[in-house]
């Protein structure tokens, strides 16, 4: 296919897309209309770059005398206009990749309530059982060591006698 067949069918492809008598004009002014299209899509002013250059092409051989497909146009054009076509159909061109990279983001919603239960860790806690346990022992100990004490300060007495 030669670039004006390419271009034409680009630009038929952009004028369904966009339902605008306008086709490439309009997707161009849509790129053109998105200022922050660069900063999402990587290559958007590239793209744009060449799209403006391709109408600007097509316009002189159309319009121009003396401008054909041979003297205007390279050997890349014809191969890029239908990468940029097949862009478009895989929705990986411009528009739609700055479309998806905006488009506000929603939970899908679930006909049932469900809260996702995220692990807890706890600790054993200090209850009153727990407190009365841990005096209890602590005051056997108290006990025994005072027991020890009292036994071995016996021995020391009797063995001193």
């Given at each position: 296919?030669?670039f ?22 309009a997707?161009?002014?849509e ?7 660069a ?11 060449k ?15 003396n ?6 146009c390279?050997?890349g ?15 990986t061109?411009p ?5 998806k ?36 022992v602590?005051?056997?100990?108290v ?15 009797y063995?001193?006698?």
């Amino acid at each position: 296919m030669g670039f004006i067949e390419s271009y034409k069918q680009l630009e038929k492809l952009c004028g369904d897309l966009l339902d605008d008598d306008r086709r490439l004009s309009a997707y161009i002014d849509e790129m053109i209309k998105t200022p922050s299209g660069a900063f999402y899509v990587n290559g958007w002013n590239d793209d744009l770059k060449k799209l403006k250059h391709y109408r600007w092409v097509r316009n002189r051989i159309v319009h121009e005398p003396n401008c054909t497909e041979q003297n205007m146009c390279e050997i890349g054009d014809t191969m890029w206009l239908d990468n940029f076509y097949s862009r478009i159909m895989n929705q990986t061109d411009p528009l739609a990749l700055y479309y998806k990279a905006t488009k506000p983001r929603t939970a899908p919603k679930s006909t049932k309530t469900h809260k996702e239960e995220t692990p807890t860790y706890t600790y054993p806690q200090r209850t009153s059982d727990n407190k009365d346990l841990s005096q209890k022992v602590l005051v056997c100990i108290v006990l025994l060591v005072a027991f020890v004490l009292v036994v071995t300060a016996m021995i020391l007495i009797y063995n001193n006698a």
